[in-house]
């Protein structure tokens, strides 16, 4: 189901916690107060939740939110959470996603122990349940076709009206429901309803439809049934088998609750207790599987996996942490009422976590060669650079410096702008870890003019970056050796939509039209410090003075690959900042 995003109420989101992360158990909200209300009334002596995916698309951030209620209730509570796929459309479902949904959850960190169930391996038992019912005279057989149903069953502002089978007797019904599962009708010819009011104020009670017939292959059971449960029939049944107390889902099946209720009372069997909490919605991105399919399809994006994807493996393959999304969903709390989140408190959560815990390198995006005239021709310095400033224990490493270097083309500036206080012609700035260099000559190409080559003079009395002068430089430039850096290749992504709400399209255009033209640009000809040669795919670094990169699969070595995980700029921090004054 998807969540219409037009009437949705853009709130400002949390916050960021003073001095960072935000520890500790989250506060109470009305999901945990309602917890704690049955553990005090009896309702329930123990807590146990479930996170049910259908295995028809990969994760997305919204499920990451999901997943984090669900397995945090329990948590807290010292309950148990399970892993159950909602296989109950062959259809749509596929091994290939269950796998992904295994490898995402189990990455996020929510620990299902040793239950990881099925909803198809309980398709015999609510079978029999099926049964149950039509013997009940609550369910029977119905022949209308699907047209002919939605006919029947009004609108929401006229009631429906019964069908010609619903006064169907017991007998007849359960020989029809035999020969469906027997494999005797074709797809669609029949269905299993419920039978409960079709004047209802609320749809879904309007004899809603339990079983339909479909002949497919099922990436579980195989060919074993013919006949497959809607998910509203199968939910409820799939808690109750597992014990599940507290069954938390998004708003959408808020006004599924009554028929869940409803089969669960009719059967006299366990019955748990549903909770809605609002969906996240993300600006400049879209949380809908059935979109995020659409982008694959169409070939927008190169797989699920995209790092420009909102999909917990798109994410991951950017260089997102666990602990930062995990900390993202515990800033955005359980709420009860649709709202938008900005992106940008995602990737402020993202920095915090990266800053703590990445190394840094140099690396020059954009290289612009530098020759260093007074420094003797084949000397090699080795310089000691500290890892990580935000963690001592981290250490230092050596990084070569010789006559010959890469800066970023972005620091130099022939005829500098007002305020422009990297290099310029006559200008001294600190090479990081380095020296204080001074630029004295630019080679251009004659033909657009453009700097090709920088000469420099340096002051060898400022090794390490000071001079004993007292002499000061506005600037600190990040630079690699020619000789000893290596070749890499590194993707910027940016937005995957210019507009924060995708959806906002002029009547008739298409939304995947507002895709940004620049939300992926390849850079082939970057030079990264030495000491990144032998870096392992998935491997996170800060890139001093641009941002977070990782180590993208497609890199080999010699052939490096890096994707920007997010820049250094923190809007979030802007805004929030902003937003509290002076
Ligand atoms: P569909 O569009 O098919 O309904 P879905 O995203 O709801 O897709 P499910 O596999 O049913 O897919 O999702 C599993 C669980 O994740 C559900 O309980 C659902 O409530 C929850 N969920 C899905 N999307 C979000 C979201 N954006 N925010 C929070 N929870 C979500
Ligand atoms: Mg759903």
């Given at each position: 189901m998807e969540e219409p995003r037009k009437d949705v109420r853009k709130e400002p989101a949390p916050r960021p916690a003073e001095g960072g992360e935000a520890s500790g158990p989250a506060p109470l909200d009305f999901i945990r107060e309602a917890v704690a209300e049955d553990l005090r009334t009896g309702r329930f002596d123990r807590v146990h939740t479930r996170f049910p995916p259908e295995p028809n698309a990969y994760l997305h951030i919204g499920h990451a939110k999901a997943i984090s209620i669900d397995c945090g209730v329990a948590q807290d509570f010292g309950g148990l959470f399970n892993l159950r796929f909602d296989d109950t459309n062959p259809t749509k479902e596929e091994q290939e996603y269950v796998d992904a949904i295994i490898e995402d959850v189990r990455w996020l960190g929510a620990d299902w122990g040793d239950r990881l169930f099925f909803a198809s391996d309980y398709f015999e038992q609510m079978y029999q349940w099926a049964e149950e019912l039509i013997r009940k005279g609550k369910a029977y057989v119905c022949d209308l076709s699907s047209d002919q149903v939605s006919e029947y069953r009004g609108t929401l502002t006229s009631p429906g009206k019964d069908g010609p089978y619903r006064s169907r007797s017991v007998e007849e019904s359960l020989d029809l429901f035999r020969r469906m599962r027997a494999g005797e009708f074709p797809d669609g010819s029949r269905t299993l309803r419920a039978k409960i009011d079709m004047a209802s104020p609320n749809l879904n009670l309007r004899d809603p439809v339990m079983y339909r017939i479909l002949h497919a292959t099922h990436h579980n059971t195989g060919d074993k049934w013919c006949i497959y449960p809607m998910y509203d029939w199968a939910h409820g049944l799939e808690d109750s088998i597992e014990g599940i107390t507290h069954s938390l889902c998004s708003l959408e099946y808020e006004n599924h609750r009554p028929l869940y209720d409803w089969f669960l009372d009719q059967l006299g069997i366990y019955h748990p207790r549903q909770i809605e909490f609002a969906r996240l919605n993300l600006t400049h991105t879209v949380l809908s599987k059935r979109r995020l399919l659409e982008l694959v399809h169409a070939g927008c994006v190169?797989?699920?996996?995209?790092?420009?994807?909102?999909?917990?493996?798109?994410?991951?393959?950017?260089?997102?942490?666990?602990?930062?999304?995990?900390?993202?969903?515990?800033?955005?709390?359980?709420?009860?009422?649709?709202?938008?989140?900005?992106?940008?408190?995602?990737?402020?959560?993202?920095?915090?976590?990266?800053?703590?815990?990445?190394?840094?390198?140099?690396?020059?995006?954009?290289?612009?060669?530098?020759?260093?005239?007074?420094?003797?021709?084949?000397?090699?310095?080795?310089?000691?650079?500290?890892?990580?400033?935000?963690?001592?224990?981290?250490?230092?490493?050596?990084?070569?410096?010789?006559?010959?270097?890469?800066?970023?083309?972005?620091?130099?500036?022939?005829?500098?702008?007002?305020?422009?206080?990297?290099?310029?012609?006559?200008?001294?700035?600190?090479?990081?870890?380095?020296?204080?260099?001074?630029?004295?000559?630019?080679?251009?190409?004659?033909?657009?003019?453009?700097?090709?080559?920088?000469?420099?003079?340096?002051?060898?009395?400022?090794?390490?970056?000071?001079?004993?002068?007292?002499?000061?430089?506005?600037?600190?430039?990040?630079?690699?050796?020619?000789?000893?850096?290596?070749?890499?290749?590194?993707?910027?992504?940016?937005?995957?939509?210019?507009?924060?709400?995708?959806?906002?399209?002029?009547?008739?255009?298409?939304?995947?039209?507002?895709?940004?033209?620049?939300?992926?640009?390849?850079?082939?000809?970057?030079?990264?410090?030495?000491?990144?040669?032998?870096?392992?795919?998935?491997?996170?670094?800060?890139?001093?003075?641009?941002?977070?990169?990782?180590?993208?699969?497609?890199?080999?070595?010699?052939?490096?690959?890096?994707?920007?995980?997010?820049?250094?700029?923190?809007?979030?921090?802007?805004?929030?900042?902003?937003?509290?004054?002076?």
């Amino acid at each position: 189901m998807e969540e219409p995003r037009k009437d949705v109420r853009k709130e400002p989101a949390p916050r960021p916690a003073e001095g960072g992360e935000a520890s500790g158990p989250a506060p109470l909200d009305f999901i945990r107060e309602a917890v704690a209300e049955d553990l005090r009334t009896g309702r329930f002596d123990r807590v146990h939740t479930r996170f049910p995916p259908e295995p028809n698309a990969y994760l997305h951030i919204g499920h990451a939110k999901a997943i984090s209620i669900d397995c945090g209730v329990a948590q807290d509570f010292g309950g148990l959470f399970n892993l159950r796929f909602d296989d109950t459309n062959p259809t749509k479902e596929e091994q290939e996603y269950v796998d992904a949904i295994i490898e995402d959850v189990r990455w996020l960190g929510a620990d299902w122990g040793d239950r990881l169930f099925f909803a198809s391996d309980y398709f015999e038992q609510m079978y029999q349940w099926a049964e149950e019912l039509i013997r009940k005279g609550k369910a029977y057989v119905c022949d209308l076709s699907s047209d002919q149903v939605s006919e029947y069953r009004g609108t929401l502002t006229s009631p429906g009206k019964d069908g010609p089978y619903r006064s169907r007797s017991v007998e007849e019904s359960l020989d029809l429901f035999r020969r469906m599962r027997a494999g005797e009708f074709p797809d669609g010819s029949r269905t299993l309803r419920a039978k409960i009011d079709m004047a209802s104020p609320n749809l879904n009670l309007r004899d809603p439809v339990m079983y339909r017939i479909l002949h497919a292959t099922h990436h579980n059971t195989g060919d074993k049934w013919c006949i497959y449960p809607m998910y509203d029939w199968a939910h409820g049944l799939e808690d109750s088998i597992e014990g599940i107390t507290h069954s938390l889902c998004s708003l959408e099946y808020e006004n599924h609750r009554p028929l869940y209720d409803w089969f669960l009372d009719q059967l006299g069997i366990y019955h748990p207790r549903q909770i809605e909490f609002a969906r996240l919605n993300l600006t400049h991105t879209v949380l809908s599987k059935r979109r995020l399919l659409e982008l694959v399809h169409a070939g927008c994006v190169n797989g699920f996996d995209d790092p420009r994807m909102p999909t917990l493996s798109g994410l991951r393959r950017r260089g997102y942490t666990p602990e930062a999304i995990r900390n993202f969903c515990k800033r955005i709390g359980v709420n009860k009422y649709d709202s938008i989140v900005d992106m940008a408190l995602l990737e402020h959560c993202l920095r915090e976590d990266l800053n703590k815990r990445s190394p840094r390198v140099m690396a020059v995006l954009r290289p612009l060669r530098v020759v260093i005239d007074n420094y003797p021709e084949g000397q090699v310095e080795e310089l000691e650079a500290v890892n990580n400033p935000e963690d001592p224990a981290s250490g230092t490493r050596k990084v070569p410096f010789s006559r010959e270097l890469y800066i970023e083309r972005d620091d130099f500036r022939e005829v500098p702008p007002k305020g422009y206080f990297r290099l310029s012609p006559g200008k001294e700035v600190r090479l990081r870890y380095a020296y204080f260099v001074k630029c004295d000559g630019v080679m251009k190409d004659p033909r657009t003019g453009e700097p090709v080559e920088l000469h420099c003079t340096y002051d060898p009395a400022s090794r390490g970056g000071d001079s004993p002068d007292g002499r000061k430089v506005k600037a600190t430039l990040h630079w690699v050796s020619a000789a000893h850096s290596l070749p890499a290749e590194v993707r910027l992504y940016d937005h995957l939509f210019t507009k924060e709400d995708p959806s906002d399209v002029p009547e008739g255009a298409d939304w995947k039209s507002n895709i940004s033209p620049r939300s992926l640009e390849v850079l082939k000809d970057c030079r990264v410090e030495p000491s990144l040669a032998g870096a392992a795919a998935g491997s996170r670094y800060q890139f001093e003075r641009l941002g977070y990169f990782c180590v993208d699969p497609d890199s080999r070595p010699g052939a490096l690959v890096f994707n920007r995980t997010v820049t250094l700029k923190d809007t979030w921090a802007k805004m929030a900042a902003r937003a509290s004054g002076p």
